[in-house]
């Protein structure tokens, strides 16, 4: 690696730390984003020279202060700014500071920065850009590519974003315990949607838009990091590892959708697999039950089996079932039924599914499963029905296509079908 | 005499690390790694999950489980065991079995990410 990929790569990792740090000390968000951006300047300098600090993050905290002060000073009495050297001459200075720096502080500073992306006034597509601006320091342009608008749109969709946040009032007061723990629902709810962002692209932008699921994991073992014995942050982040170790083998070559029983299971990320699943497990010693850890659950027994014929249904029917007591939804029912489907047949899964027909009268997926079911029980001309209503609803042309080709397979098998009874 | 090489470094730098960063460091790793097995020289070499994954139990009476790894630094690393288990459960009984037989200070639990056996090095 170069001396400037490994500089960058330190300042990345120091990013959410540091302009925590720099938010809580000048509680404007602007100010400390412009006085990381400024230490940030200054490490470019020193550090390929000076060699890197012991501790980064505390190293750009007390100059992104020190110039942040000498600015204000500046300012005020038209002095001139002191030489680079004077303030990047932090070496005596530097075990103070990390010192002071101590682990609680460092924790709800990161935790105040990822919350106020999460204000509840701000559209989740704000939350997200904010996030990925603020936290990870995404450049606009790469966010805007991964939104697939232009860039101008999207420093709009920031600034306006920031604007709201500023005006609500940043909560700065160190948290009880109660709020912490609603700041970290809100703030796993929005690492969620940064991932399902990228998880949801269609097959001609997954690649353009997979760095959302990088990062969207990367905040999440952030989190985790910070707070170790939370069973639900462990099961957010093994349920994102779990989804996005399957992305090499989730389109083919020419970006159509893969289902998960037709994907190379050889494409699968190991490592991220067993990452994964060293997570959950230990999610597990916890026996306090989550969303995102029953989820990740059932990732877990998709990932573990090596065929699709050795998947565990009958266990995620059974996961889908506490799921629904904990979070009831039709389409999680619709999940479930799919697993009920290969456990106790088509019939049962259309019986499980008929009731939600109004409540998911405007959604893809329940046509696309229920036109499968159909199709299962031989019930043709109904099942073309639920295909034909799942393409006008499809909202990416890979679904679309996904269920041209269950109408294709109809078509091929009603044929033979049909000539038979010609001959009788 | 045989030597125990540890690798520490900063976990949030490698996790930032691209995919192929990292698979460019590794295969620059597996260079070295491979001379060294080609002179009868390597023993196992382990990349260890993240600290995420970690579970650290502390040897007191009664000895408690935490998650996390081991934070503190007025104990030193003395040495290691690579155990096959079915899971962390498993994994914390061996520990505990072994904390029982030598009471004090702390393991920590960590799953190995890639682990090459390597060759006799005796």
Sequence with gaps: MTDTAWIDA?????????????????????????????ACLRALKSWPQNGPPRDPAAWLIMVGRNVAIDEVRR????EALPEDEVISDLDDAEDAIAERLDGSHYRDDILRLLFICCHPELPATQQIALALRIVSGLTVKQIARAFLVSEAAMEQRITRAKTRVSGAGVPFETPGAVERSERLAAVAAMIY????????????????????CEEAIRLARLLLRLFQSEPEIMGLTALLLLQHARSAARFDASGELVLLDDQDRTLWNQKMIAEGLALIDKAMRHRRSGPYQIQAAIAALHARATTPEGTDWAQ??????????LQPSPVVTLNRAVAVSKVRGAEAALQMIEPLGERLANYFHYFGVRGAFLMQLDRNEEARVAFDRAIALAN???????????????????RPSGAKAEKK | MLYAILCYHDEDFVGSWTRDQDAAVMARLAVVQDKLKKEGR??????????TAATTLRKDDPPLVLDGPYAETKEQLLGFYIIDCENLDAAVDVARDLGAANPGGAYEIRPVGVFLPGGDVK
């Design chain 1, 396 to 414: 990416t042309s890979a679904e679309a296509a996904h269920i041209r080709m269950h109408l294709d397979r109809l078509m091929r098998d009603s």
């Design chain 1, 316 to 325: 995620i029917d059974l996961l889908y079932g506490s799921l629904e007591i």
């Design chain 1, 193 to 212: 949607l940064i991932f399902n962002e990228g998880y949801s692209a269609s097959g001609e932008t997954s690649e353009i838009r997979k760095p959302l």
């Design chain 1, 75 to 78: 300012t005020s009495r038209h």
């Design chain 1, 10 to 38: 330190a300042l990345t990792s120091a990013r959410p730390q540091a302009v925590g740090a720099l938010l809580r000390y000048f509680r404007n968000l602007d100010t400390a984003e412009e006085a990381f951006q400024n």
């Design chain 2, 42 to 51: 390597l023993g196992p070499v382990a990349r260890l999950l993240p600290t």
